[in-house]
């Protein structure tokens, strides 16, 4: 089980990683996240679980946004290198359904 998880996360990051190289449907960081939130734009949101448990009060509400407007939330552990690549993009990023 522990290792479909990480091999999950290791194919979103990678995901996110290529979406972000060229300059397309991702966004980085809690702001960029909130304002893809606002346009209905995330697919997935990845969330590192450091970040969530640090800013439950924050992150609850984003998250119930998110599920409601038909996105899928993953949250990454950050004791894994897929995790720690999130941790360094601000501990949140998402993979979106068009440009903004």
Known sequence: VEETRISKEVV???KLLKEIS???????GYSEVERALSYGAISELL???????EKRDEMDPLLRLVE?????VFVFSSEFE?????????GIAAILRFNI
């Open 47 to 53: 969330i590192c679980d450091e970040t969530l448990r």
């Open 68 to 72: 409601e407007s038909g996105g899928k």
């Open 82 to 90: 897929p995790g720690k690549k999130l941790r360094a993009l601000g």
């Open 22 to 28: 060229k300059d397309g449907k991702a966004v980085y």
């Open 12 to 14: 979103l990051m990678e």
